[in-house]
Protein backbone atom coordinates (compact mmCIF):
# COMPACT_ATOMS: atom_id res chain seq x y z
CA UNK A 1 0.00 0.00 0.00
CA UNK A 2 1.02 3.32 -1.05
CA UNK A 3 -0.19 6.50 1.40
CA UNK A 4 -0.27 10.09 -0.41
CA UNK A 5 -0.61 12.78 1.52
CA UNK A 6 -1.23 16.44 -0.94
CA UNK A 7 -0.11 19.56 0.52
CA UNK A 8 0.61 23.12 -0.43
CA UNK A 9 -3.13 24.34 -1.74
CA UNK A 10 -4.09 27.50 -0.96
CA UNK A 11 -5.88 30.81 -2.49
CA UNK A 12 -3.91 33.13 -5.47
CA UNK A 13 -4.56 35.72 -7.39
CA UNK A 14 -4.26 35.16 -11.25
CA UNK A 15 -1.16 35.55 -12.20
CA UNK A 16 0.77 33.99 -9.42
CA UNK A 17 2.15 30.62 -8.47
CA UNK A 18 1.72 27.57 -6.02
CA UNK A 19 3.85 24.57 -5.51
CA UNK A 20 2.21 21.38 -4.39
CA UNK A 21 3.38 18.70 -2.56
CA UNK A 22 2.54 15.02 -2.50
CA UNK A 23 4.50 12.99 0.26
CA UNK A 24 4.21 8.96 -0.03
CA UNK A 25 4.43 6.49 2.32
CA UNK A 26 4.10 3.10 3.16
CA UNK A 27 6.36 2.40 -0.23
CA UNK A 28 8.81 3.90 -2.04
CA UNK A 29 7.43 5.55 -5.25
CA UNK A 30 10.47 4.80 -7.49
CA UNK A 31 8.71 1.58 -8.20
CA UNK A 32 5.57 3.87 -9.61
CA UNK A 33 5.07 6.82 -12.31
CA UNK A 34 3.27 9.33 -10.84
CA UNK A 35 0.70 12.00 -12.29
CA UNK A 36 -1.46 14.93 -10.76
CA UNK A 37 -5.48 15.54 -11.88
CA UNK A 38 -7.71 18.00 -10.40
CA UNK A 39 -11.39 18.20 -10.38
CA UNK A 40 -14.54 20.86 -9.61
CA UNK A 41 -17.19 19.55 -7.94
CA UNK A 42 -20.04 18.03 -10.54
CA UNK A 43 -16.89 16.85 -12.53
CA UNK A 44 -14.86 14.67 -13.70
CA UNK A 45 -11.83 13.90 -12.25
CA UNK A 46 -9.34 15.85 -15.10
CA UNK A 47 -5.83 14.79 -16.16
CA UNK A 48 -3.35 17.36 -15.21
CA UNK A 49 0.34 15.77 -15.72
CA UNK A 50 2.33 12.68 -15.26
CA UNK A 51 6.21 12.01 -14.85
CA UNK A 52 7.86 8.55 -14.96
CA UNK A 53 10.13 6.66 -12.01
CA UNK A 54 12.88 8.29 -12.68
CA UNK A 55 11.77 12.15 -13.49
CA UNK A 56 13.15 12.43 -17.18
CA UNK A 57 9.83 11.62 -18.78
CA UNK A 58 6.83 13.60 -18.10
CA UNK A 59 3.56 14.51 -20.38
CA UNK A 60 0.82 17.25 -19.43
CA UNK A 61 -2.63 18.13 -20.43
CA UNK A 62 -2.21 20.78 -23.27
CA UNK A 63 -4.46 23.64 -21.00
CA UNK A 64 -1.29 23.29 -18.11
CA UNK A 65 1.39 22.85 -20.75
CA UNK A 66 4.02 25.51 -20.29
CA UNK A 67 2.48 26.71 -17.33
CA UNK A 68 2.74 24.02 -14.58
CA UNK A 69 5.58 21.23 -14.11
CA UNK A 70 5.95 18.09 -12.58
CA UNK A 71 8.36 16.78 -10.29
CA UNK A 72 9.34 14.26 -8.47
CA UNK A 73 12.08 13.53 -5.39
CA UNK A 74 12.48 9.80 -5.32
CA UNK A 75 14.79 10.36 -2.14
CA UNK A 76 12.19 11.85 -0.25
CA UNK A 77 9.39 9.88 -1.70
CA UNK A 78 7.77 13.23 -2.56
CA UNK A 79 6.32 14.04 -6.31
CA UNK A 80 5.80 17.90 -7.07
CA UNK A 81 3.52 20.28 -9.01
CA UNK A 82 4.76 23.70 -9.69
CA UNK A 83 1.87 25.80 -10.90
CA UNK A 84 3.14 29.23 -12.60
CA UNK A 85 0.58 31.88 -14.42
CA UNK A 86 -2.35 30.64 -12.67
CA UNK A 87 -5.91 31.32 -13.89
CA UNK A 88 -9.16 31.33 -12.38
CA UNK A 89 -9.99 28.31 -14.49
CA UNK A 90 -7.45 26.75 -12.40
CA UNK A 91 -9.32 26.34 -9.40
CA UNK A 92 -10.01 23.19 -8.44
CA UNK A 93 -9.00 20.28 -6.07
CA UNK A 94 -5.90 18.99 -7.09
CA UNK A 95 -5.05 15.02 -6.78
CA UNK A 96 -1.54 13.23 -6.56
CA UNK A 97 -1.95 9.76 -8.24
CA UNK A 98 0.45 6.48 -8.35
CA UNK A 99 0.95 4.24 -11.18
CA UNK A 100 2.58 0.66 -10.99
CA UNK A 101 2.26 1.04 -15.16
CA UNK A 102 5.79 2.17 -17.40
CA UNK A 103 5.73 4.88 -18.70
CA UNK A 104 2.67 5.82 -21.60
CA UNK A 105 -0.38 7.94 -22.99
CA UNK A 106 -2.49 5.78 -20.28
CA UNK A 107 -0.95 7.91 -17.57
CA UNK A 108 -3.48 10.74 -18.76
CA UNK A 109 -6.31 8.06 -17.38
CA UNK A 110 -7.45 8.11 -13.94
CA UNK A 111 -7.79 4.52 -14.41
CA UNK A 112 -4.50 3.53 -14.62
CA UNK A 113 -3.74 4.61 -10.68
CA UNK A 114 -4.04 2.24 -7.93
CA UNK A 115 -3.16 5.07 -4.87
CA UNK A 116 -4.77 8.33 -4.70
CA UNK A 117 -4.00 11.39 -1.89
CA UNK A 118 -7.16 13.10 -0.25
CA UNK A 119 -6.66 16.01 -2.14
CA UNK A 120 -5.45 19.82 -1.88
CA UNK A 121 -7.55 23.11 -2.90
CA UNK A 122 -6.48 25.09 -5.39
CA UNK A 123 -8.50 28.82 -5.74
CA UNK A 124 -7.52 31.48 -8.06
CA UNK A 125 -9.03 34.83 -7.75
CA UNK A 126 -9.40 37.26 -10.77
Known amino acids: QVQLVESGGGSVQAGGSLRLSCKAS????????MGWFRQAPGKEREFVGAINWSGVSTIYADSVKGRFTVSRDNNKNTLYLQMNSLRPEDTDVYYC???????????????????WGQGTQVTVSS
Open 26 to 33: GRTIVNYA
Open 97 to 115: AASPLLFTDLLTGSRSYDY
